[in-house]
């Protein structure tokens, strides 16, 4: 038992070693999260049939990848990452009767957006192990559809799946702005983000339909690694 806590205590004291920012060191840190995803003036729409104007909500998805970082000085770092992550936009549930007493329910309506991006970011730690950063962002869209869910009188259910990779732009460029913070001890860090994207994800956009971009909140959890 005693071998055994001398072994845990020297890979604590080992793990917090590694974890100190120190100037000329690299690190790699593997993380997984989520990510609630809209885009940017994405319309309202109306489905005639129920004579309903149907808002839009948040779309959740996962983001899975790896950053690598080089700590310059004490208080500045950057870093460069590549990840896989769900995005897109969603639009809230509905459900009507026709005229004809026939119910209806509309589920599940979305644009998923996959993306592989490469975000590479200046790290200022304001104290031990809080930083604030802000850095550019360059995705290469791996998939596009719109999916929905009609479902008639509970019985019938038709799901739509269509592939739009077509209609979008193959390439995103996006602002990454947020806040990351190591637990105490153990280099395990939070990492907090706000994606804004800069290009259209539609292309040959037309003029009524500018400014569909890609507005991320990303959230996820990683473990550090020195090099």
């Known amino acids: 038992m005693k071998k055994l806590m001398m072994i845990a205590a020297m890979m604590v004291a080992t793990l917090s070693a590694n974890a100190q920012f120190e100037p000329g060191t690299f690190s790699i840190q593997p993380k997984v999260g989520i990510n609630l995803a809209k885009v940017s003036n994405m319309p309202k729409f109306t489905d005639t049939d129920a004579n309903k104007t149907v808002d839009r ?32 936009c969603q639009w809230e549930d509905y459900d009507y009767t026709d005229a004809a007493g026939i119910k209806y329910e509309e589920k599940d309506n979305k644009i998923e ?45 038709t799901n739509v799946d269509v592939d739009v990779k077509d209609y979008c732009n193959k390439v995103d460029f996006s602002i990454p702005v947020g806040v990351s913070y190591q637990v105490p001890t153990i280099p395990i860090y939070i990492d907090a983000r706000a994606i804004f994207g800069l290009k259209d994800i539609i292309k040959d956009v037309p003029s009524d339909a500018k400014n569909f971009k890609n507005q991320v909140f990303q959230l996820t959890v990683g473990y550090k690694f020195k090099l």
């Open 57 to 88: 909500t948040l779309l959740g998805g996962a983001v899975i990848g790896a950053e690598a970082e080089y700590q310059i000085a004490k208080p500045f770092s950057v870093a460069a990452g590549l990840n896989f992550s769900m995005q897109g």
């Open 113 to 157: 957006l996959n993306y592989l991006n490469i975000p590479v970011v200046a790290n200022f730690y304001l104290f031990k192990g809080f930083a604030v950063k802000a850095g550019v962002q360059m995705g290469f869209l791996l998939s596009a559809k719109t999916k929905g869910t009609e479902i008639i009188d509970k019985k019938s259910t």
